[in-house]
C-alpha cells in the first residue's frame, strides 16, 4: 500500500479515536432532536447564521427542549421564558453545574468562580460576592467610583470638541476601572500602556469568542485543538492576561498588611494563609489567579459592549435619547451628578437601559450549564452532566412576554401610567444559582454612566439613522456590535 495512503488512513483512524474519546454514549431520556450523524453530530443542521440561527430552526420542529449534538456530545436546549425558568429556578440545584466553553477550556479549566463546580464553586461564589461588596458592590463606596468614572469619561469627551469618535476604548476604561479597583485596588489612566494592552486583548478574545470559527471548534475540539486557529490565538490572548494577574498577586504578597486588606487579591491571600494546612481547599493559587480572569474579563467587556450597543441604539433612535434627556433635566438637573437614589424617579430612562440590555441581547445562548445529577425535566431524563445551554435570546425575544420581541422599544418596561414594570422573561444576566455576580455592580454602572453622559453631551451621527446598521459584528458566544462613529456634543 503506498505510504500516502497509509498516512491518510493514519490520520483518519486517529480523527475517529479524537472524536470518540472523552465522550460516553448518552443514556437516560433525552429530549428529541434531529437524527446525528456519526462522529458529525448535527453539523449539518449548522448554517452560517450561527448557533443561534441554527438552534431557532431546529426547536421550530422540535419543541421549546430538544437535543443537538455538538460532534458526539449531546448538548439539551432550553428554548424560551417558562423552560428556562422550570430548569435553573424550578430545579435549580440540579441545574446548578457549569458546561464548558471548549476554546477558553484549555486556559480556565474548571478553576475560578465561573467554570468551577461543586462544593468548591459554591466556596468560591459565597467568598466572591461577600469580597466585593466588602470593597463596594451594593455600597455607596462604588456609586462614588462610578460618578469619579464618569466625570473622566465626560472630560475625555469634552476634548473631542464634537469631533466623530470610535467610544470602544473609552467605555471599556470605565468599566475596567471598576473592577480593577475592586480587585487590584486601583485605576488606570486612560494613557496607560499597560492598561491598554490588557483592553485590546479583552475586545479581540471576546469577538474571537463569538466567531463562526469558536463555534466549530465547539464541535470538534478534541481534533481541531491540535491544528492552528482561533481558538490558539484566544489562549494566547488570556494567558497575557494571566501572566499580568500573577505579577499583580506576586506584588501584592510582598507588600500584604493582614490587618488592611487592600482589595480582591489581598482578602483570598490571606484566606489562603488561613486554610494552607487543608490539603483539600479550594483557595489556592490557580483558583484566585483564574477568578481574578473571570472577574476582569466579565466585568470589562459585558457592560462596556451595552453601552456600545446603547448609544448606537440611541443614535438610531434620537427620539429615545431626547426623552430620556427631558427626564434627566426634570429630575437631576444640570448642576449635581447623577446618584442611583435618582433612579426611583426616572422610570422611563431605567426602562430605555433595560430595554438597551434585552435588545443587545449580549450573550445569546447562555453560558452552559450541566445537571448534577440524574435529573427529570418535563418527561425526559437527562443524566448526571449532561450539558445545557439556557438560550437566553429565546427569553429576551419571547412574543409570550414582549409585544414587538424584534423591536427596539421601552414602552416593553413600562405600564400603561408610564410606571415601570417588572418581566418574567428579563434575563441578561441569567437567573437561578448561576445568575452572574456582577449583576449588582452591572446595573449601578449602566444607569450611572448612561445618565452621566447624555446629562452633559446631546449625541450625532456622520451617518442618518436610516442608514445605522444594528446587526452584530459576530454573534456566537456573544454579540459584537458593529465599530462606529458618534459625536458628543456639549449640551
Avoid at 422550570?86 to 453545574?97: C, Y
Avoid at 469618535?165 to 476604561?173: K, M, N, R, V
Avoid at 453601552?307 to 433612535?317: A, E, V
Wanted: glycine share 6%.
Amino acid at each position: 500500500m503506498e505510504p500516502s495512503v497509509l498516512l491518510l488512513l493514519a490520520l483518519l483512524v486517529g480523527f475517529v479515536l479524537l472524536l470518540v474519546r472523552g465522550y460516553p454514549k448518552a443514556r437516560g431520556h433525552l429530549p428529541p432532536g434531529p437524527r446525528p450523524l456519526p462522529l458529525l453530530g448535527n453539523l449539518l443542521q449548522m448554517d452560517r447564521g450561527g448557533f443561534l440561527n441554527s438552534f431557532r430552526r431546529i426547536r421550530e420542529k422540535y419543541g421549546d427542549v430538544f437535543t443537538v449534538h455538538l460532534g458526539p456530545r449531546p448538548v439539551v436546549m432550553l428554548y424560551g421564558t417558562e423552560a428556562i425558568r422550570e430548569a435553573l429556578v424550578d430545579q435549580a440545584e440540579a441545574f446548578s453545574g457549569r458546561g464548558t466553553i471548549a476554546v477558553v477550556r484549555p486556559v480556565f479549566r474548571d478553576y475560578g468562580v465561573i467554570f468551577s463546580n461543586g462544593e468548591h464553586w459554591k466556596a468560591l461564589r459565597r467568598f466572591s460576592l461577600a469580597t466585593m461588596r466588602d470593597f463596594g458592590m451594593g455600597k455607596r463606596s462604588v456609586e462614588e467610583r462610578i460618578q469619579e468614572e464618569a466625570q473622566c469619561l465626560v472630560e475625555e469627551f469634552r476634548k473631542s470638541q464634537g469631533a466623530p469618535l470610535d467610544p470602544t476604548f473609552l467605555f471599556q476604561c470605565i468599566t475596567a476601572n471598576i473592577i480593577c479597583s475592586i480587585v487590584f485596588g486601583e485605576r488606570f489612566d486612560y494613557k496607560d500602556r499597560q492598561f491598554l494592552r490588557l483592553l485590546e486583548l479583552i475586545y479581540q478574545t471576546f469577538s474571537l469568542t463569538s466567531s463562526f470559527s469558536s463555534q466549530v471548534f465547539e464541535f470538534f475540539a478534541g481534533f481541531l485543538k491540535y491544528f492552528p486557529g482561533t481558538h490558539r490565538q484566544i489562549c494566547r490572548n488570556l494567558q497575557e492576561i494571566l501572566n499580568y494577574i500573577g505579577q499583580s498577586v506576586e506584588k501584592h504578597r510582598a507588600t500584604l498588611d493582614p490587618s488592611n486588606p487592600r482589595d480582591f487579591i489581598d482578602t483570598y491571600l490571606l484566606r489562603m494563609e488561613k486554610e494552607k494546612s487543608n490539603q483539600h481547599t479550594e483557595f489556592h493559587h490557580q483558583n484566585l489567579v483564574i477568578s481574578v480572569l473571570s472577574l476582569f474579563f466579565a466585568g470589562t467587556e459585558t457592560s462596556s459592549t451595552t453601552l456600545r450597543y446603547g448609544f448606537l441604539l440611541m443614535l438610531k433612535y434620537p427620539h429615545v435619547a431626547e426623552k430620556v434627556q427631558k427626564e434627566i433635566d426634570q429630575v437631576i438637573g444640570s448642576h449635581r451628578l447623577p446618584t442611583l437614589d435618582d433612579r426611583t424617579k426616572m422610570p422611563y430612562t431605567d426602562a430605555v437601559i433595560y430595554e438597551i440590555q434585552r435588545f443587545s441581547d449580549l450573550i445569546p445562548i447562555g453560558v452552559p450549564h450541566k445537571v448534577t445529577k440524574d435529573t427529570f425535566f418535563r418527561g425526559y431524563l437527562l443524566p448526571k452532566n449532561t450539558e445545557v445551554y439556557p438560550i437566553l435570546s429565546s427569553a429576551l425575544h419571547d412574543p409570550q412576554y414582549f409585544e414587538q420581541p424584534d423591536t427596539f422599544n421601552p414602552d416593553h418596561f413600562l405600564d400603561a401610567n408610564g410606571a415601570l414594570k417588572k418581566n418574567e422573561a428579563f434575563m441578561p444576566f441569567s437567573i437561578g444559582k448561576r445568575i452572574c455576580l456582577g449583576e449588582g455592580i452591572a446595573r449601578n454602572e449602566l444607569f450611572l454612566f448612561f445618565t452621566t453622559i447624555l446629562q452633559n453631551f446631546s449625541l450625532s451621527s456622520p451617518m442618518a439613522p436610516k442608514d445605522i446598521d444594528l446587526s452584530p459584528k459576530e454573534s456566537g458566544f456573544g454579540k459584537v456590535p458593529q465599530t462606529y462613529q458618534i459625536c458628543f456634543l456639549a449640551r
